[in-house]
């Protein structure tokens, strides 16, 4: 649903103005320094960027799932570092706390991540723990008005810089699957916290994971999402419902910016007397990875306004993000093709490309996670 469209293409007009003449002339310092620059973070927080999909009570823009797609298809033309930095306060890191949480938690946390003061990350991965996320191991027993945490989350987007994150903990040990898991709202500085080495990544330098350890860390009862024990699984499949369509918006916008690079490289590279964008063998790879990111930017929208219905989207979330990032890679792959040599080095931003966005059919749920998902969906409204 888009609210009103001239507002809409202000912002997005402001936004690609902004990735356009700050952030792609950035790209590579931020590859080469593997940090986002303060300048370009306060800016980020001019323009209230971290508070896209905080509703307006809570002081951040209030953007519907299909306004927020509209702005991530120019947020992913430009190295999907500086997405992450803003990505988790407008998704996983702040979706929970929305969708479950408690008013206090509500006013308490949400207008510090809108305005960037706070910057959060979502903890559910774990060593032993991937995608099978309902097996996590880190516990939380309760201690009088507490409970007390302990267990180790791995590969946390954010971590390095968050203030707050969100914890998915097994509150109830006899409970193995996730009716179990409780989810929590852990502030950084509670004791007991450390933070493990910078994960040394293929891709996406500037946008930070490592390991969240947790031992003995009190946590104040009234922490918990929404007060409710054992429904934390669930919240974080909700959380990643929308993730997953917010990440398929992702691809679309960095399939489109390596296509358009490609284009241009393809109409003034000669080879055999002429542009190589003259000979049928590019041209369908043009033509493929074009149709491709048009089916996908499609999909995505399609998906954005059955949620901002309020249908439940999770068959067409998984479709979108399964679709899109496979897509994205499958275009950087040509892209990495039609350049030739020059594709492999790092002269060409594709070369960046080609790396960063393989983190997209992983993070989130992998592709066969997506399948699994969607398979299982059609079972069960078959039955
Ligand atoms: N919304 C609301 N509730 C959901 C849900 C959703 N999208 N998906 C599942 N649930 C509920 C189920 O209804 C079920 O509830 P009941 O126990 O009351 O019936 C409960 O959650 C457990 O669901 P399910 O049985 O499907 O859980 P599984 O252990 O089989 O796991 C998958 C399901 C594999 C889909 C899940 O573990 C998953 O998404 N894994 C990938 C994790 C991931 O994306 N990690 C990325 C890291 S975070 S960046």
């Not at 080469?32 to 809570?58: N, S, W």
């Not at 267990?151 to 040990?173: C, D, H, L, S, W």
């Not at 390596?258 to 000669?270: S, V």
């Not at 989207?313 to 993000?321: G, L, P, Q, R």
């Amino acid at each position: 649903m888009i609210r009103d469209p001239e507002t809409l293409n202000i912002l997005t007009d402001t936004l690609s103005q902004f990735v356009d003449e700050v952030l792609i002339p950035r790209e590579q310092e931020v590859a080469e320094t593997d940090a986002i620059p303060q300048d370009v973070i306060d800016q980020m927080k001019e323009l209230g960027m971290f508070g896209l999909t905080i509703p307006e009570e809570y002081d951040g823009l209030g953007l519907t799932m299909e306004e927020e797609v509209n702005i991530v298809f120019q947020l992913g033309r430009t190295s999907p570092a500086f997405r992450s930095y803003i990505g988790t306060n407008n998704g996983i890191g702040s979706i929970g706390i929305l969708l479950d949480g408690t008013e206090e938690q509500k006013q308490h946390y949400l207008p510090k991540l809108a305005s960037g003061e706070l910057l959060s990350s979502f903890c559910l991965t774990e060593p032993d723990s991937g995608s099978d996320a309902a097996s996590l191991k880190t516990t939380a027993v309760r201690d009088g008005d507490h409970y007390v945490l302990n267990g180790t989350k791995r590969f946390i987007t954010n971590a390095p810089e968050a203030g707050v994150y969100t914890v998915m903990a097994r509150t109830n040990p006899e409970i193995k699957g996730s009716g179990g898991i409780s989810a929590f709202i852990v502030d950084r500085s509670t004791p007991g916290i450390t933070l493990g080495k910078p994960d040394q990544k293929m891709g996406q330098k500037g946008a930070h994971t490592c390991d969240v350890i947790f031992e003995n860390v009190r946590v104040p009862a009234d922490h918990i999402i929404g007060g409710v024990e054992g429904v934390g699984f669930k919240t974080a499949m909700k959380v990643l419902d929308k993730g997953r369509l917010h990440i398929a918006a992702l691809s679309v916008g960095a399939a489109e910016r390596m296509l358009d690079d490609t284009l241009k490289y393809a109409m003034e590279r000669k080879q055999f007397g002429q542009p190589i964008a003259n000979f049928q063998l590019v041209q369908a790879m043009l033509a493929d990875s074009k149709a491709e990111i048009y089916a996908s930017r499609c999909m995505v929208l399609d998906a954005a306004r059955k949620r901002d219905e309020g249908l439940n989207v999770s068959t067409e979330a998984s479709c979108a993000k399964m679709f899109a990032t496979e897509m994205c890679s499958r275009v950087a792959d040509r892209c990495v093709q039609i350049h030739g040599g020059a594709g492999y080095v790092s002269e060409y931003a594709i070369e960046r490309f080609y790396r960063d966005v393989r983190l997209f059919r992983i993070y989130e749920g992998t592709t066969q996670i997506q399948q699994i998902v969607i398979a299982r969906n059609m079972i069960r409204d078959a039955e």
